[in-house]
């Protein structure tokens, strides 16, 4: 799984390496995520995505994968992000 981060928002694929394809990809931008009018913590919304990227992995037949924080610390976003795909159920 790799994650990209913006000021504004956060992404997350699941690549096949040798194919160079992409199997499964959630952000911030995703339309399966409830857009609320109110200001939601950043941390909130990564934590989202980790569970919508796991859902959609587990439900594609992805159980494990390797977890690539692109360069980025792990705190924050990033480890909401990676804590919620974990707590669904994807293993790295």
Known sequence: MCVFKSAR???AQIINDEDGRTLVAASTLSKELPKTAERVKKAEIAKAVGTLV???A???GIQAVVFDRGGYPFHGRVKALATAA???GLQF
């Open 9 to 11: 928002h956060i992404y």
């Open 86 to 88: 974990r707590d669904r």
């Open 58 to 60: 587990l439900a594609s």
């Open 54 to 56: 796991a859902e959609k």
